[in-house]
């Protein structure tokens, strides 16, 4: 029961937020017109900010790799995490089959168990741990949301030292422990970090963010919305803070929703707000999701290949080890 929360939560605030804006959604010749005029210089600037935030997210997973002893080009490195964003924004259940996928194509690679369970721990928790940055500038950069963000964090802090006292007081059940315990020390010892390591990947993982921060301004900049650094920054983080809690894959409807009250409540057009809305998530979303189904089709007849070669080379090692295997025919 507690677990389908979201499934009611989620759509019934999207409706509400439906319903309190719909006097000042623009039409779609309204969107269309600014959408027309925009700057294709800038949107050029907001693709390439894409692009590069995608590309530093696989340098993250590359440098995770690396240190756990598995060398692998950018190229695939890449192609691997455009596929598995694809997965996990356009399945049901996308995050959990995009485990799964990452875990087969790493394991491609020649990736141990532990190395890839590291692998994905330390760049959840790298991301999170950056989201969390963003956030915390976000909300404690404007004086309305500076003091219920204090009293947030304050609470947390306290509920979380009542949960470590209480931790400590329980124990798990005993044919549980150890085998926890095996794999937590198994995926800690996978991949060991130097502190110019852990330095790195949070500079990575920041930077995904910041590059499609970046990727949100420059769409503001093509159509010329009045969104400042500040509304801007807040807006993004509120939309994927609500898609990340979405039951639709990839946040779809909620994200747009969140983001377009946002930056309307600031003082944006509904016409200019709703094409930034719409700009960038055909870039940050549609664009993405198409070059990853065209990665995971790419990656998925290259194993294709791998595996008939492997099977050719196979056959002619062992016709030439068996005695009763006809000779090779002569050709002139």
């Known amino acids: 029961m ?46 390439g900010a894409q692009c590069m935030s995608m590309a530093t997210f696989a340098r993250l997973f590359r440098r995770l790799l ?24 356009s399945l049901p ?4 089959v995009s485990i799964a996928y ?28 950056a989201f969390g940055v963003l956030a915390a500038v976000a909300l404690l950069g404007a004086p309305e949301t500076r003091v219920p963000t204090l009293l947030a964090a304050a609470g947390v802090v306290v509920a979380a030292a009542v949960l470590v006292r ?15 315990v095996a794999e937590v ?32 301004a420059a769409v503001c900049l093509a159509v010329g919305a009045p969104i400042g650094a500040h509304t801007l920054l807040l807006g993004y983080v509120a939309a994927k803070a609500a898609a990340a809690l979405a039951v639709v894959p990839g946040g779809l409807g909620v994200m747009e929703i969140g983001m377009a009250a946002t930056f309307i409540a600031a003082g944006a057009s509904g016409g200019a ?16 999701l198409v070059a990853g189904w065209l990665a995971w089709l790419f990656l998925k007849d290259q ?26 025919a002569h050709h002139p």
């Open 2 to 47: 507690t677990r389908g929360w979201k499934w009611v939560a989620v759509p019934t605030a999207t409706g509400l937020a439906y319903l309190v804006l719909r006097d000042q959604l623009p039409s779609p010749a309204e969107i269309w017109a600014v959408v027309a005029e925009a700057d294709l210089v800038w949107l050029g600037v907001a693709a």
């Open 66 to 89: 690396a240190l756990g002893g598995i060398r692998v080009s950018l190229g695939r490195a890449m192609a691997i995490t455009y596929a598995r964003n694809a997965v996990a924004n």
């Open 93 to 96: 259940a996308g995050p959990v």
């Open 102 to 129: 990452s875990t087969r194509e790493f394991g491609r690679l020649g990736a141990g168990r532990s190395l890839i369970a590291a692998t994905l721990v330390l760049a959840a928790f790298s991301s999170g741990a």
């Open 166 to 180: 209480v931790r400590r007081r329980v124990r798990l059940p005993r044919e549980r422990a150890p085998r926890l």
């Open 185 to 216: 020390r198994a995926a800690r010892d996978a991949i060991r970090a130097s502190r110019r390591d852990q330095a790195v990947l949070a500079a990575l993982a920041l930077a995904n963010w910041l590059l499609d921060v970046a990727c949100l």
């Open 273 to 288: 707000a709703a094409a930034v809305v719409a700009l960038y998530r055909l870039i940050s979303y549609w664009a993405v």
């Open 303 to 328: 194993t294709r290949a791998v595996m008939r070669a492997t099977g050719r080379a196979l056959v002619r090692a062992g016709a030439g080890m068996n005695p009763f295997a006809l000779p090779p």
